[in-house]
């Protein structure tokens, strides 16, 4: 089965704005769907702003970009935006219950047979499979972050993904020119099982004394050759995401090494989530581009 028509996105926070991006961009008609008007507007601003990036440096074009925003329409009725779609990509909120509860609506809205994927980044594909009546047609596709620039898509089979389906969206992924990569559903399938313990293990040797925020994030930049340390990339992902994940690990997996270091429990409990909230491990200040250590860890 080759998808040739109508791409439905649900959500349109920071990883639906992306995906629309990349699907408008090579061709595809795109209903991008999200309760919030605001955030519709915000995200068809975002695609707008960073086509402009793009043009400016020389990987897309003007006709690019007025072609792609006008194969995307805005929608906040989730009836309409997904009634003709061959795909559904859900990019909401990472919630189990609330992906539990679309996939129920998009089953029984969606066309028979359209494929359900979701972006998520740790909650179960197969447990979002069972809820619908058509679990072989559900599949992860894991975007990353910022979707345009990032080239992995780590596709999740769930237990009883179909290899049709399989097939299918690594053909997808390949003709929106990403590297797909095709793992298994258990918890954290594998970017997130290896980076989050990784990021985890950063965040003890902080909280251990072991060294500063600098020291830890050089040490992995320069010896391992990582473009950002675990830290400023914690601070990226954002530290609440982090740490429902590591949750979904340590659930997952009922192994303490998982478990979340109190240094970032109590850093979630205090709303120092990182870039978004202004304050992680580092500070960010509008329009600084300098990376400043946040005054809590000098
Ligand atoms: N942020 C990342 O770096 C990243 C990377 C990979 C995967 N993910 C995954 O992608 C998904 C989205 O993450 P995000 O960072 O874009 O979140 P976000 O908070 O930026 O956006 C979520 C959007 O979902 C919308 N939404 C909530 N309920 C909805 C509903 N019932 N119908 C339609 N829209 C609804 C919200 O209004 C919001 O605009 C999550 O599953 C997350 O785990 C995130």
New binding site residues.
Partial sequence: MKITGGISI???????NGIAHVFAQHGFKVSL????QA?LDKAITTISKNFDRQIAKGTASDLEKRNALANITAISD?EKGVKDAELVVE????NVE?KLK?FGQLDRLAPTGAILAT???SISVTKIAAVTTRPGRVIGM????PVPVMKLVEIINGYETTKEVTDTIVELSTQLEKIPCVVNDYPGFIANRILMPMINEAIYSLYEGVAGVSEIDTVMKLGMAHPMGPLQLADF??LD?CHSILNVLHDGFGNPKYAPCPLLVNMVMAGKLGVKTGEGFYKYEAGSKDLAVSERFR
């Fill in positions: 649900i959500g349109a926070g920071t990883m639906g769907v999200d309760v919030s955030q989730m990019a909401a909120t990472e609330l679309i972006n998520t980044s894991h975007f990353m972050n992902i954002g995401v």
